[in-house]
Structure formats: C-alpha cells, structure tokens
C-alpha cells in the first residue's frame, strides 16, 4: 500500500488563487518532500522539510509538518497558470537504507 | 549537463518478449532508483541501489530484474513481459544522505512500455 496519500486528487482552481494539497503517511519518517510532474515529464524537486521542522518556505511555496498527524500540506500562493502539473509527496523512511516513497499525487489545474 | 539518461523513451512490446531499460545518470550519485507510475497508483518503487554493485527490493519488484554494474549506470530488464507491465518508467538517482544535495532525487524523462 502507498506510504503517502495525497489529498484532493484533482484540484481546479483560478489563476491568482491559492492551492492547497495534503499529504498524509503512515511510518515514521527522516524527512519528506514535494515534487512537481508537468504532462509527459520526469518529477523536479521542489522543497524538503525535516521531520524536526514544523513550516518551511521557498518563494510562493509554504509546506508544513505535522508529524503527530503524519501529515503535510503544500500552500502554492497567487497561481498561475505554469503552475499547472501533478504534484507528489515523497517520504524518506527512517528504517534501512535511503529509499523514497511516492504518493498517489494531485492534479491541479490552474485556469487562465 | 544531462543529468538522468533513459532508453528508449517508447517501446511496444509482445507478451513474453524482454526487454532492457538503460539509465545512466552524470552526477555521481551513489542511489539509483526505478519506479513505476500508473494512473490512480502514483510511482510504485521497483527496485534501488545504494551503491556500484548493490541492488535491493521495491515495492513492487516481481518480473523484474536490475543491475548495477557501473556507479553510473542501473539496468531494469524485464525477462517475460505481461501486458500488466504496460507503464511509464522512471529512472531517478539522489547523492548520499548527509551531502548537500543528498535528499534531492533526480529523475530522467520517463520510459513509456506497452506490452500487447
């Protein structure tokens, strides 16, 4: 079963909107990570935040930790339409060597 | 600067042919990772390798084999295709943990197999 589950599954929202995706885990984890996937591509890597931070920023990007949950949240403020793309949770495993597991990931739309 | 390499980037397979996918990456990354993405699944974790040499188990590693022979290269084969395995596959490489990039995972373009 996935580790990571995101939540919702597809998003749709306008441009200038803020977007709002979840990510919930199951194991103990060492950090975990957000991923972006446009149509037809590879993931590119957006933003880590360990399991000893609570809230990380990188430009119009916010996610948050709440390890007592097992949950994460990554905030995409003033949309635009380029931001439109998959988007996936990754969870480092404290256990054992250094593997990722994905999550199911959300779709968002942004419309123009 | 490259990055992550695969080949071929499309391929039609018959039931019970096999096939291998190359992956190269540039970076000298020690772990190198396959997954699977399939629509509703997300990326499933076939295989990794923590180093030249090394491979381990996935989450899903049944049907397929890999191999590690060079630090830049990891090898998926597929020996008996099914049309179950009709999937995009992803190459991906990370450095090791505790260096400056060690968390960043980087993936290649993807691999599109269908088996008929």
């Known amino acids: 079963s996935q580790q990571g589950e995101e939540d919702p599954q597809a998003l749709s929202i306008q441009e200038g909107e803020n977007a709002t995706m979840n990510c919930s885990y199951k194991?103990?984890?060492?950090?975990l990570q957000w991923y972006r996937q446009n149509s037809g591509r590879g993931l590119v890597h957006l933003i880590l935040?360990?399991?000893?931070?609570r809230e990380k920023h990188s430009g119009r990007l916010r996610v948050t930790l709440d390890t007592s949950k097992k949950s994460s949240s990554l905030l995409i403020t003033a949309s635009r339409a380029a931001d439109t793309a998959s988007y996936f949770c990754?969870?480092?495993?404290?256990?054992?060597?250094?593997?990722?597991?994905f999550g199911t990931g959300t779709r968002l739309k942004v419309l123009a | 600067n490259a990055g992550v390499t695969q080949t071929p980037k499309f391929r039609v397979l018959k039931t019970g042919q096999s096939m291998t996918l190359l992956c190269a990456q540039d970076?000298?990354?020690?772990?190198m990772y396959w997954y699977r993405q399939d629509p509703g699944m997300g990326l499933r974790l076939i295989h990794y390798s923590v180093g030249e040499g090394t491979t381990a188990k996935g989450e899903v590693p049944d049907g397929y084999n890999v191999s590690r022979l060079k630090k830049q290269n990891f090898l998926l084969g597929l020996e008996s295709a099914a049309p179950s395995q009709t999937s995009v596959y992803f190459c991906?490489?990370?450095?090791?943990?505790?260096?400056?990039?060690?968390?960043?995972?980087?993936f290649g373009e993807g691999s599109w197999l269908t088996v008929v």
């Open positions: 990754a969870t480092a495993l404290i256990s054992g060597t250094y593997k990722y597991i």
């Open positions: 194991t103990s984890i060492n950090n």
């Open positions: 970076m000298n990354h020690e772990y």
């Open positions: 935040i360990r399991s000893n931070e």
């Open positions: 991906a490489s990370s450095d090791r943990a505790g260096t400056a990039s060690g968390n960043t995972i980087y």
